[in-house]
């Protein structure tokens, strides 16, 4: 399971807003997203890590489908 960004509409971004001004804090909305992470071989992996640091994110190999 992967957590991206949700899409939020009006309405929903509105109550997002509305609770982190009762809370105080921001709040991230995050929409759940079925996937398959994929072994990969401790070259491909190693790369991949090192793309992830030049890049400042977190990549994930997925399975294809």
Do not use: F
């Not at 105080?24 to 994929?38: D, F, I, K, N, Q």
């Amino acid at each position: 399971m992967l957590y991206p960004l949700a899409t939020l509409e009006t309405a929903t971004l509105d109550a997002i807003q509305a609770l982190e001004k009762d809370l105080g804090t921001p709040v991230v909305a995050l929409a759940g997203v079925e996937a398959e992470t994929c072994k990969l071989k401790q070259e491909q992996l190693a790369r991949l890590q090192k793309l992830e640091a030049e890049l400042g994110v977190v990549l994930v190999a997925l399975r294809p489908s």
